[in-house]
């Protein structure tokens, strides 16, 4: 049974992982060498996708002897995990020359996720942003983080190890809070210098070791903004692999609107109604721009207004 719970953009993979099958060797090979099994390929970030349904895009699905050789090895390789009982491999490519111009020609073109993520298939967007995130992780982590020698990949590409003194290296997840502060039937967003003109969005940061999800979000919001949260509750989460974060989307009562930006995260702030809010989701409030709604801050604000 689907668990019921609000799944934003690249949230919601469908794949089992499999992980219980990460550590066989001799089956991985196997899958990797059946007709049934199936490929998909990023360079440099980007996914291989092709022509979906009505303008969309979707994964541009390889066979597994095709990625395999684009691969080159265990290190650029990655076991995602089964469809039913189809194993899913991807391979990480790199490089300056678009493999879609030489061994991939005539097969998808490779695209920048971003820019296709409410193009494709929210299932399929998720399987891609698994895929990007772990092999961003595994290129920051080449090297042992005990004794400094190079690791090798295990367990289908979900585990480092090193040659040297033997640790094991999982991947990591860093767990952000983003937030939208209210009191009463308003609420507040702001913007950074460097955002495009007129863009306003929730307020994030990162959680620091020994913190609560509560009390990170109080901490940023006071830092940030000079505000004081009285009551904090979860709306969602939302996997982010750029690099590799984990949204965790809240909503803040806060104790008075006496807020001023820090001028480091924020240039400015701006308290909006909701019909305010509403009108900016529309496309409707001149001079303000909200997130986009692969965003988890554009869901944020939508729940806010959708409950006045």
Same mark, same amino acid.
């Given at each position: 049974?689907?668990?019921?719970?609000?799944?934003?953009?690249?949230?919601?993979?469908?794949?089992?992982?499999?992980?219980?099958?990460?550590?066989?060797?001799?089956?991985?090979?196997?899958?990797?060498?059946?007709?049934?099994?199936?490929?998909?390929?990023?360079?440099?970030?980007?996914?291989?996708?092709?022509?979906?349904?009505?303008?969309?895009?979707?994964?541009?699905?390889?066979?597994?002897?095709?990625?395999?050789?684009?691969?080159?090895?265990?290190?650029?390789?990655?076991?995602?995990?089964?469809?039913?009982?189809?194993?899913?491999?991807?391979?990480?490519?790199?490089?300056?020359?678009?493999?879609?111009?030489?061994?991939?020609?005539?097969?998808?073109?490779?695209?920048?996720?971003? !820019?296709? &993520?409410?193009?494709?298939? +929210?299932? /399929?967007?998720?399987?891609? %942003?698994? $895929?990007?995130?772990?092999? =961003?992780?595994?290129?920051?982590?080449?090297?042992?983080?005990?004794?400094?020698?190079?690791?090798?990949?295990?367990?289908?590409?979900?585990?480092?190890?090193?040659?040297?003194?033997?640790?094991?290296?999982?991947?990591?997840?860093?767990?952000?809070?983003?937030?939208?502060?209210?009191?009463?039937?308003?609420?507040?967003?702001?913007?950074?210098?460097?955002?495009?003109?007129?863009?306003?969005? !929730?307020? &994030?940061?990162?959680?620091? +070791?020994? /913190?609560?999800?509560?009390? %990170?979000? $109080?901490?940023?919001?006071? =830092?940030?903004?000079?505000?004081?949260?009285?009551?904090?509750?979860?709306?969602?989460?939302?996997?982010?692999?750029?690099?590799?974060?984990?949204?965790?989307?809240?909503?803040?009562?806060?104790?008075?609107?006496?807020?001023?930006?820090?001028?480091?995260?924020?240039?400015?702030?701006?308290?909006?109604?909701?019909?305010?809010?509403?009108?900016?989701?529309?496309?409707?409030?001149?001079?303000?721009?909200?997130?986009?709604?692969?965003?988890?801050?554009?869901?944020?604000?939508? %729940?806010?207004?959708?409950?006045?």
């Amino acid at each position: 049974m689907a668990l019921d719970v609000f799944l934003n953009t690249f949230a919601g993979n469908p794949l089992d992982r499999a992980s219980d099958r990460r550590g066989n060797a001799q089956w991985l090979a196997e899958q990797l060498a059946s007709p049934d099994s199936l490929g998909l390929a990023l360079w440099n970030g980007k996914p291989l996708v092709e022509a979906g349904k009505d303008g969309g895009v979707q994964i541009a699905y390889l066979p597994p002897r095709v990625v395999s050789e684009l691969a080159g090895g265990l290190e650029k390789l990655l076991f995602m995990g089964l469809w039913k009982d189809t194993a899913i491999f991807a391979a990480d490519l790199g490089g300056s020359v678009d493999p879609a111009e030489g061994p991939l020609q005539g097969l998808g073109r490779f695209e920048d996720l971003r !820019a296709i &993520a409410l193009k494709a298939p +929210p299932p /399929e967007a998720a399987i891609i %942003a698994t $895929a990007k995130a772990m092999f =961003e992780w595994r290129r920051r982590h080449d090297h042992c983080a005990q004794c400094g020698e190079p690791t090798l990949i295990k367990d289908g590409g979900w585990k480092r190890q090193c040659q040297a003194c033997e640790s094991e290296h999982f991947p990591r997840t860093d767990p952000v809070v983003i937030m939208l502060p209210y009191i009463g039937d308003r609420c507040m967003l702001g913007r950074q210098a460097a955002w495009p003109k007129g863009m306003y969005s !929730a307020l &994030a940061g990162f959680l620091e +070791p020994g /913190e609560s999800i509560e009390e %990170a979000c $109080a901490r940023e919001l006071n =830092e940030e903004a000079g505000l004081k949260a009285t009551k904090v509750r979860y709306h969602s989460s939302q996997p982010w692999p750029y690099p590799s974060s984990l949204m965790i989307g809240l909503i803040a009562e806060v104790e008075n609107d006496e807020a001023a930006p820090d001028q480091t995260e924020l240039s400015e702030i701006r308290w909006l109604t909701r019909d305010e809010a509403r009108d900016l989701l529309a496309g409707r409030l001149e001079g303000m721009m909200a997130p986009t709604p692969m965003a988890i801050a554009h869901q944020l604000i939508r %729940a806010w207004v959708e409950e006045g």
